[in-house]
């Protein structure tokens, strides 16, 4: 049973351009959410999919957006990247939406120069 | 004032140790409350779930919760090399904002042999 896939595993962009991260759920989950976290912190909210809507969003500018596919597969899409934004962006997923056990995948590495 | 305080460390203890790991919280709503361990490189790992206050005991892990003085912790018997990680916790409100969760920042804690 495959659990929570991400792509890519690093990433490199430059200042002002823009990035698009990929999440695959746990298999029977059809819920996901998107973390960021900054070195040396614990991860923080960003948003969470289901059904294909926003459900709920954390403290991030509009720059952050996502989508969500009919299989549950996720996107985190970030325009205008800042220095700031350089994290490791991880993808969590949960069997419902009113499921407070997280299972996430191993992250993407953005690097912002 | 973060919501989730929790001492980053590092910790190094022998192994065959008792650890002990902490964390306080500042919203009394919170009711959801989690330890995960990130091994390095790697997305976090749910360890151990507990509702509302009280003890949860799996294996060589004890969860603690004392939501009357907004107090967690997780203690690890016998000790193992293999126990080397960060330990976040994290917690939330209700089911409606199952996904939300708030993190500490993580204890890097290093098992010695």
């Known amino acids: 049973d495959a659990g929570v896939t991400q792509s890519p595993t690093h990433l490199i962009k430059t200042r002002g351009q823009q990035v698009t991260l990929r999440c695959s759920p746990k298999s029977g989950h059809d819920t996901v959410s998107w973390y960021q976290q900054a070195l040396g912190q614990g991860p923080q909210f960003i948003f969470q999919?289901?059904?294909?809507?926003?459900?709920q969003r954390g403290n991030f500018p509009d720059r952050f957006s996502g989508h969500q596919f009919p299989n549950y597969s996720s996107e985190l899409n970030v325009n205008a990247l800042l220095l700031g934004d350089s994290a490791l962006y991880l993808c969590?997923?949960?069997?419902?939406?009113?499921?407070?056990?997280?299972?996430f995948g191993s992250g993407t590495q953005l690097s912002v120069l | 004032q973060k919501e989730v305080e929790q001492d980053p460390g590092p910790l190094s203890v022998p192994e065959g140790a008792i650890v002990s790991l902490n964390c306080t919280y500042s919203n009394s709503a919170f009711q959801y409350f989690m330890w995960y361990r990130q091994y390095s490189r790697k997305g976090p790992e749910l360890l151990m779930y507990t509702y509302s206050s009280g003890n949860k005991e799996d294996g060589r892990f004890t969860a603690q919760v004392d939501k009357s003085s907004k107090y967690i912790s997780l203690f690890i018997r016998d000790s193992q090399p293999s126990d080397s990680a960060t330990y976040l916790c994290a917690m939330t409100v209700d089911q409606t904002g199952a996904n939300n969760l708030f993190f500490g920042t993580g204890t890097r804690l290093t098992v010695i042999p």
């Open positions: 999919y289901y059904e294909e809507e926003e459900r």
């Open positions: 969590a997923s949960s069997l419902t939406i009113a499921n407070e056990k997280l299972f």
